[in-house]
């Protein structure tokens, strides 16, 4: 077996090769990943982040790979990853291996740890995390991905708790947007956005706040447009100020029309208590639908230990689906 890094302006649908083979083992009940979104990763990478693809091959076959991708500007000692086996190919000690080498190449870029995002079935513990655990990595952050069913949820529910919701927060106006925030709301959409990494339930996960300003979500933006993605956003004006104190995202893959992640939400804290939280899902779930008309599954992942956001989920009807979390191995 040999390890070597994949050249991902010409070879990066391995990477996606890997995750289509995958899937029907290990996430059956997901819909299968997108071309776009695997490969347009990789190839239109992230301006702000170093990523390296490198495979496993045996007499030329891909036996497993892994992504590693480390930030630019902050968290800069930190090697986040994804690491997937061929399900053919699975306790041979091939997981083990791109381990080793990606603990090699993250020293080599002077990374002190390595981080991944591990997802299993809601009881007992699944083979990423039994194999993160043989590997010496530990959960610092524990979390649980949810999926919202439209077609299981009563549509008046969602407008009783929007009339409430709108009631308790007199003197904000909802602003919605496809793809690109409109460009005198950039600059509040961008400082939202960074604030999310300081505001969130971070548990035992060391996390330096990550700092956004109009360039570095323009350039964001695009790379999700680039990988394949529609998104969706509701934020909150703050009528006495003109000022975004609120936002929400939803985006969907570009190879399903049925299927969405509900991303980040954030409301500023001088502004929590008044329900916009609840009132920016729903009325980004009306705002996307009107262009999705198909949408019909929707996931997203919280802490365990962020009961307010895992309320408002609940609310609207998401349910458990899977536990997930992040592990962390010093180097
Ligand atoms: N059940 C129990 N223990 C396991 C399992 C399992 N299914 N898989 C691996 N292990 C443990 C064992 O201790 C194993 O040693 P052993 O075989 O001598 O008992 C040790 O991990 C090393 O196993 P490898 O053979 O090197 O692992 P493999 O090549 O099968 O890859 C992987 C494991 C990456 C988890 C694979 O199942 C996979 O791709 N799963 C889907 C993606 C995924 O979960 N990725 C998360 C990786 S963990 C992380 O990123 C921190």
Redesign the pocket.
Known sequence: MDIERVDTRNSAAVWYELLRA?HPV?TPEDPPPCRDDAVGQLVHPRSDRESLLFAARAEGTPL?AYLLQRSLLENTDTAC?????HPA???????????EHLAGQAKALGCTR?V????DPLGED???????T??G?TPVLRERRRRLDLAAVDPGEHERLLAAARERSAGYTTVCWRDYAPEEHAADYAYLFGRLSADAPMDDLAWEPERYDIERIRTLERHILLRGFRSYAAAARHDATGRLVGVTRISLPGCHRHFAYQEETLVLPEHRGRRLGLRLKIENLLWARRHEPELRLIDTWNADSNDWMVAINERLGFRELRRSAE?E?RL
């Not at 699975?90 to 381990?99: M, T």
């Not at 991944?116 to 997802?119: F, G, I, Q, S, T």
């Open positions: 995958a290990d497993g990853f994804e690491l997937v086996v190919h699975r306790r041979r000690g091939v997981g083990r291996a791109l381990i390595l991944a995002e591990v997802e699944g083979p990423g995390s039994r194999f993160a043989a590997l990595f592990w191995k």
